[in-house]
C-alpha cells in the first residue's frame, strides 16, 4: 500500500526532532561559551572551581594603631596580631607546623620531626636539641613560645633577629646621634614588615618548604626555588603566566591545619570531587578535575582507577633546579692540610663537604614508581634495623589490591648514615653546636650528644648503614604536550613500570605460549580470510545461486 | 751610611704609619658599618644605578686578608655606586671595614647579606 499522507506520530515526531536539535544547539552554544568544545571535561571543571578572581580583604593593616607603635621584640609583634585575632595562635599552636609532633605509630612511638621520626638528610632534629633545626620552627629566634605570625604572613622579607638585636643595641647608646638614626631607621623597617601582612604566598611556604634538608632543592625533588615566580612549563597550576596559584590554593586551610601533609597519615582520607561536595579539600587532583577528566572514550580515563595523575602528568621532576638524590655520612670527616673542606660538581652544587660527607646532586630525574594508598610508613630511632641490607627508612604503603592504592611517582633518595651495632638502631648524631658534628667532626661526640637529646641508649659502638627514603611528587605539573607516553610505560624494556611486579600489563608483559598462540590465531585468520576470498573470486560469485 | 739610616727610619716610619691605619680600622664598629653599608646600595638604588637594595658583595666573598688589601688601596671600584661611596667619611669608611673584614670567609661566623 502507498501512503497518501504523513502519518501523524511521524509529524510530531518530525518536530520533536526540530525541538531536540535547537535545543542541542543552543547547549552547545552555552559549552561554546564556557571554554573550548575540544576540551577535556576534568579541565573545564577546574576551571570553573577556580575562576574567582583575585582574594580580597576587609581590612588595611596599615592602618592599624596597634601595628604603628615601636616593637621591640618579636614577641610584642605576636601580641599586636593577637590583639585583634584572638585565637590564632591557640590554633596555630595545636598544629603540625608548631608542634613538629606527628600521630602516635603503632607500637605508641611518638612521629614527627620534633621527635623520634628520622630522614637520610641530616637525619634527626634531637627532640628540638639541635638548635641548628629551629630557623624552620615558626617562632621567635631559637625560642619555642611565641608564634611568629610573619614566617607565613609577612610580604616584606626582614631578618628579625637580627634587626631586633641591631635595634637594642643602638637604643642602648642614647647619647650617640648616629646610632639613634639607624635605631629610627631599623625601628621603621620593622613596622613597615610588621603592617605588610596577608595569606601566605609562595615564597612564605618556600622559606622552609623549598629549603628542606637544609637548601634549595635538597629534600624535595617537586619543590625548590624556581616555584617562587614558575613559569606555565615548570608548572600549569602555579606558573606565573597560567593560573599563578598561590600554595594555599590548593592546600586549603582550616583553623591554621592545612591539608596536604603526606609523610605518614594519608594526606586526605577519601578522594572527593567539589561537585560532590562543594567544600570539600582541593588537595587532590580529583577535586577539581574528577575521576574521570579526559574528554569522553579517552583511554586516559581507565587508568585513573589504579594510576595517580601525577603518575603521566609529571615526567621529570627538578626541571630547573638540581635536586639532592643522595648523601653518604660515611665519606665525612676527611680534611685537607688538617682544615675541613668542600668541593662543587658540574651542576655547580656542593658534592662533598668534611661536615656532611658525599651528596649527589641530579637534574631533570624520571621519579621512581610504587603503589601508594595515601599513607607512608617510617621507621624511628627506636625502631631495630636489618643493617645487612638496604634499609627503607620510609616507604610508601600500599598494593594492587588495596582499592584506595594507586601507582604514584616518588623521588627515592638513598642515603648512608649511621647506625649503632650493639642495638642495630638507627642513630640520631647532633650535628649544631659546640658538641655537634660540624663543629667538632667527632662522631662519638655526636652520636653520644644526638642520643643523649633524644632519650635513648648509645652503645659506643657504631657504623654505616644503606637507606631510602620516599618523598611523594606532586608539584611540578607538567603541560598535557609532556605528559608521559604510553610507550614509556607499555614496553618490554626500559618500562618506567618496570620493578611494579605481580600483575599483568599490556605491551610490558608476556608469555610465550598465549603470545604464540595469538600469533597463530591472527595468520590463521587472515590466512583463512585470503582463502575465502580467493574462492570467490574462483567461483565468480558471492556464492548465491544465480536466479534464473 | 747616612742614607741606610734613612731608609731605615723610612721603613719604620711607614710600618707605623700603615700600623696606626690598621689599628684605627679595627676600632670601628661592625653593626653601624652594616648599616652604612647596606645605605650605600639603598640610596644607590633610589637613584636607579642598581637594580637591589641588597649589596653584591658580602663579607664572606672574601677573606680578612683579603678585605684588608681592599682597605689599605681603598680601591672601592668592584662595590660599584662609586657616588656613595666617594661621600663616605673615614668613619664609615672605618666601620664598613670591620663589619666586612668581621665576617670574612675565613672569620669565625662568615656572613652572606642575602
Redesign the interface.
Known amino acids: 500500500m502507498k501512503p497518501t499522507s504523513v502519518p501523524y506520530p511521524v509529524k510530531i515526531s518530525f518536530f520533536v526532532l526540530i525541538a531536540v536539535g535547537f535545543g542541542l544547539f543552543h547547549i552547545s552554544a552555552l559549552l561554546a561559551d564556557s571554554g573550548p568544545a575540544d576540551q577535556a571535561p576534568g579541565r573545564m571543571m577546574a576551571q570553573q572551581a577556580t575562576k574567582s578572581g583575585e582574594p580580597w580583604i576587609t581590612t588595611d593593616h596599615t592602618r592599624h594603631a596597634a601595628l604603628k607603635k615601636p616593637f621591640r621584640s618579636g614577641p610584642e609583634v605576636t601580641k599586636a596580631c593577637l590583639s585583634c585575632h584572638t585565637e590564632a595562635e591557640t590554633q596555630f599552636h595545636q598544629t603540625i607546623h608548631w608542634t613538629w609532633k606527628a600521630h602516635l605509630n603503632e607500637k605508641g612511638d611518638q612521629m614527627g620531626k620534633g621527635w623520634y621520626s628520622l630522614n637520610n638528610f641530616c637525619i634527626s632534629a634531637n627532640k628540638m636539641a639541635d638548635k641548628g633545626c629551629l630557623s624552620c620552627h615558626p617562632g621567635w629566634g631559637q625560642k619555642v613560645e611565641s608564634t611568629n605570625c610573619l614566617v607565613c604572613h609577612g610580604q616584606k622579607p626582614i631578618k628579625w633577629d637580627e634587626a631586633f638585636e641591631d635595634l637594642n643595641a643602638f637604643l642602648q647608646n642614647t647619647n650617640d646621634a648616629e646610632s639613634k638614626e639607624m635605631a629610627a631607621e631599623i625601628q621603621a623597617e620593622i613596622q613597615a614588615a610588621v603592617q605588610q601582612v596577608a595569606r601566605p604566598k609562595r615564597q612564605n611556604c618556600g622559606s622552609c618548604h623549598f629549603y628542606g634538608g637544609g637548601g634549595d632543592g635538597v629534600k624535595h625533588g617537586d619543590l625548590d626555588t624556581s616555584l617562587v615566580k614558575p613559569n606555565k612549563a615548570l608548572d600549569v597550576h602555579m606558573g606565573a603566566d597560567g593560573q599563578n596559584f598561590e600554595c594555599v590554593r590548593c592546600h586549603t586551610t582550616i583553623q591554621h591545619k592545612i591539608s596536604g601533609r603526606i609523610y605518614t597519615a594519608p594526606a586526605y582520607t577519601h578522594r572527593k570531587s567539589l561537585i560532590e561536595d562543594d567544600l570539600t579539600s582541593k588537595i587532590t587532583c580529583e577535586s577539581c578535575h574528577s575521576a574521570t577528566p579526559h574528554k569522553a572514550g579517552s583511554k586516559a580515563n581507565d587508568h585513573t582507577d589504579k594510576v595517580a595523575c601525577q603518575s603521566c602528568h609529571i615526567p621529570e621532576f627538578a626541571r630547573v633546579n638540581p635536586t639532592k638524590m643522595s648523601w653518604d655520612w660515611s665519606k665525612a670527616g676527611k680534611t685537607k692540610d688538617g682544615k675541613p673542606y668542600k668541593t662543587k660538581d658540574a651542576l655547580g652544587k656542593e658534592d662533598y663537604l668534611s661536615i656532611k660527607g658525599q651528596m649527589k646532586w641530579v637534574k631533570n630525574v624520571k621519579p621512581e614508581y610504587f603503589w601508594f594508598n595515601g599513607s607512608i610508613q617510617s621507621l624511628t630511632a627506636k625502631d631495630a634495623i636489618d643493617p645487612s641490607g638496604t634499609v627503607a627508612l620510609s616507604h610508601p604503603m600500599g598494593d594492587r589490591n588495596d582499592k584506595g592504592a594507586r601507582i604514584f611517582p616518588f623521588k627515592l633518595h638513598r642515603g648512608v648514615q649511621p647506625y649503632d651495632k650493639i642495638h642495630k638502631t638507627l642513630l640520631a648524631p647532633m650535628l649544631s653546636g659546640p658538641d655537634g658534628y660540624w663543629q667538632t667532626l667527632d662522631w662519638q661526640r655526636a652520636l653520644s650528644k644526638g642520643s643523649q637529646a633524644l632519650g635513648l641508649p648509645y652503645s659506643g659502638e657504631f657504623d654505616f648503614v644503606n637507606t631510602t627514603y620516599v618523598f611523594p611528587t606532586t608539584h611540578m605539573v607538567a603541560p598535557k604536550e609532556y605528559v608521559v607516553g604510553c610507550t614509556e610505560c607499555h614496553v618490554p624494556a626500559g618500562s618506567r613500570l618496570a620493578n611494579l611486579a605481580g600483575f599483568y600489563m599490556p605491551a610490558r608483559d608476556n608469555a610465550g605460549i598465549i603470545d604464540t598462540f595469538g600469533w597463530l590465531l591472527t595468520i590463521g585468520s587472515l590466512v583463512g580470510v585470503a582463502l575465502h576470498g580467493l574462492g570467490r573470486i574462483v567461483t565468480n560469485g558471492n556464492g548465491k545461486k544465480k536466479e534464473l | 751610611m747616612k742614607s741606610g739610616i734613612k731608609s731605615v727610619l723610612l721603613t719604620v716610619l711607614l710600618v707605623f704609619c700603615f700600623s696606626a691605619a690598621a689599628t684605627a680600622m679595627e676600632k670601628g664598629n661592625d653593626?653601624?658599618g652594616?648599616?652604612a653599608y647596606r645605605k650605600i646600595y639603598k640610596s644607590c638604588q633610589a637613584r636607579g644605578a642598581v637594580g637591589s637594595s641588597v649589596p653584591s658583595i658580602s663579607p664572606a666573598d672574601k677573606t680578612q686578608a683579603q678585605w684588608n688589601q681592599v682597605f689599605d688601596n681603598k680601591k672601592f671600584d668592584e662595590f660599584g655606586c662609586k657616588e656613595e661611596w666617594s661621600k663616605l667619611s673615614d668613619k664609615e669608611v672605618i666601620d664598613i671595614y670591620t663589619y666586612l673584614h668581621s665576617f670574612a670567609a675565613d672569620s669565625p661566623t662568615p656572613a652572606k647579606c642575602q
Open positions: 653593626r653601624k652594616k648599616y
